[in-house]
């Protein structure tokens, strides 16, 4: 009933730049903390960033200076603008979000996840 999809992900030279969204959609109330995460090939997932419905944001510090959350309430979408991307960057990008949903009209919550977006940073 509530579906993540993000965009954006592709193959970028180290200090490029890259974008990516993340929509959601479905019978969605409300939407109060959405974030990013990335997990790199062998690693564990890892926050990247997160931004609160009020808009209050927090990084982490491999990431400060060079990436930007942002979200569009009205649009149910989240943003990720990524600057100077080093190859330390590359992994595949997970969108998350707690999300409130109506069924049967009844409010309910979901800690949904997209289904992740591969940026690759290489020459």
């Known amino acids: 009933q509530v579906q993540l999809v993000e965009s954006g992900g592709g193959l970028v030279q180290p200090g490029g730049s890259l974008g990516l969204s993340c929509v959601a959609s479905?019978?969605?109330?409300?939407?109060?903390?959405m974030s990013w995460h990335r997990q790199a090939p062998g690693k564990q997932r890892e926050l990247v960033a997160s931004?609160?419905?009020?808009?209050?944001?927090n990084y982490a510090d491999s990431v400060k200076g060079r990436f930007t959350i942002s979200r569009d309430n009205a649009k149910n979408t989240m943003y990720l603008q990524m600057n100077s991307l080093e190859p330390e960057d590359t992994a595949v990008y997970y969108c998350?979000?707690?999300?409130?949903?109506?069924?049967?009209?009844?409010?309910?919550?979901?800690?949904?996840w997209g289904q992740g977006t591969l940026v690759t940073v290489s020459s």
């Open positions: 479905g019978s969605i109330f409300g939407i109060n903390t």
């Open positions: 931004i609160s419905r009020e808009g209050n944001t």
């Open positions: 998350n979000a707690v999300v409130m949903f109506t069924t049967q009209g009844a409010i309910s919550a979901l800690d949904a």
